[in-house]
């Protein structure tokens, strides 16, 4: 029977892995965060229908319950310039609206660290947290994936799901090293509760405001219950983190817009003074609540994207996610090209045998990343151009 090792536990290893175990087939994840509960900024995810698909896919039919009743509940979107004026000619065709309840077409609004804990609920024995893979090679008729601390993981099929720095990617496939597209995108959250005096609006549903060169979303993220709740009313036992309702936003432009290129990580202080003065003239509803926001909330990161997905030979090592085909933030496609990857990859390994399975696979990503890279780099090229 094959034996697959993941490396990386986001959104596409972690959905993959749940498809793996659907389907009664043996897997290790490696992933090189300490714990489960390690990152303090969970940030909200748009789950499109692709996405939602394959979830359901890959999903225990309770968790797949309990993925949508953590889902925000909100409303349509609007378009505003920097003084919240409407702007209703420049919403983008692209545009999905949120599923409305009872509708299921419409995008659903997640919470990152919650959908990565309904992802892990019940693989426990399989994630080896604390686990950074280094490197991988063939061994006879399958690979060896050798991590930092000397371990040593050996399968029939090694699946680089370790995001954008991949560290198998930059081994294997050294030229699609993701390329910096000129722009930042600075995101961070307010609890509902210390969001002040907002426009009410704004509490109704996404908005997004094309101001003075960039383009920042806001989008509340009000739950139905409490996480435990939820959690007991659909998959009892799976433990969630608690987000308590929020405010999210992100703020993408060009970098000299947003005040040159980024210090090292966790130089809050530096993202806060670049807010301030980008949003210094916006409507105070804008400029308090990126100002209300805690540094810890905060970060930024250069907006990268890969030139196409690079062609291979099929063998014993394959990717999914931003390892191979990683996008701009601002395309919001990144995590379901993920996750439409990971449940592809899963049915493929159902069927087939490890060799064949990656062939079919690797065909369908393919197409499926360059279209998706191809709608992100029109859309953030639109983004960049016009905001
Ligand atoms: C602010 C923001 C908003 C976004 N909004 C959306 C959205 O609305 N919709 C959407 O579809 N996409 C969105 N994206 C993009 C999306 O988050 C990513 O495309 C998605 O998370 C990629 O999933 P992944 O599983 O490929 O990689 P990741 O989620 O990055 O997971 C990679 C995992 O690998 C681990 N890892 C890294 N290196 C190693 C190693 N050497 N060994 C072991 N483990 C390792 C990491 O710790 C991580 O857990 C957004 C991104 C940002 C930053």
Redesign the pocket.
């Known amino acids: 029977m094959s034996r697959i090792i993941i ?7 972690l959905c993959l892995a749940q498809g793996l175990a659907r389907a009664g087939i043996a897997f290790e994840v ?4 300490a714990g489960p509960w390690i990152r303090g900024q969970g ?6 229908a692709m ?1 939602q698909q394959a979830l359901r896919d890959c999903l225990p039919t309770s968790s797949f319950a309990l993925f949508q009743a953590s889902c925000a509940v909100s409303g349509s979107g609007r378009f505003v310039d920097a003084q919240l004026r409407p702007l209703r000619e420049r919403r983008p065709d692209s545009w999905r609206e949120n599923a409305v309840e009872g509708e299921p077409d419409g995008d659903m609004s997640a919470d ?1 660290q919650v959908l990565r804990d309904i992802l892990s609920h019940g693989l426990a024995p399989q994630i080896r947290w604390g ?4 490197s991988c090679e063939r061994e006879g008729d399958g690979i060896a994936v050798h991590c930092e601390d000397g371990r040593v993981f050996r399968g029939d099929l090694a699946v680089a ?7 198998l990617r930059r081994q294997w496939l050294p030229q699609a090293e993701p390329e910096s597209i000129g722009a930042l ?1 600075i ?1 961070g959250k307010v609890p509902l509760a210390d969001a002040g005096a907002l426009e009410p609006v704004m509490l109704a549903g996404p908005t997004v405001a094309f101001a003075d060169g960039c383009t920042l979303v806001v989008e509340p993220m009000r739950f139905r219950a409490g996480m435990a709740e939820l959690a007991d009313r659909h998959a009892p036992g799976c433990r969630l983190s608690e987000p308590g309702d929020y405010l999210y936003w ?1 703020l993408f432009g060009r970098t000299e817009r947003l005040g040159g290129p980024l210090g090292p990580d966790g130089d809050e202080e530096g993202l806060r003074q670049r807010l301030q003065a980008v949003c210094r003239d916006w409507h105070p509803s804008l400029s308090s609540l990126l100002a209300r926001s805690a540094p810890a909330s905060i970060l930024g ?1 250069e907006a990268r994207m890969a030139a196409g997905v690079p062609v291979w030979r099929a063998g014993k090592l394959t990717a ?4 191979i085909h ?2 701009s ?1 601002a395309g ?7 996750l439409a990857d990971a449940a592809m990859l899963a049915r493929c390994l159902a069927e087939d045998g490890v060799g064949q399975a990656v062939m079919r696979y690797e065909a369908d990503m393919r197409k499926r990343a360059e279209q998706a890279l191809a709608s992100t780099r029109a859309g953030t090229e639109r983004l960049l151009r016009l905001a």
């Open positions: 490396v990386g536990a986001g959104v596409g290893g490696l992933e090189a965060d940030y909200r995810l748009r789950i499109d996405g990152l686990c950074r893979a280094a799901a370790d995001g954008l720095r991949s560290a995108n995101y992100a990161r999914l996610g931003d390892a990683a996008m933030p919001g496609v990144g995590a379901n090209t993920a």
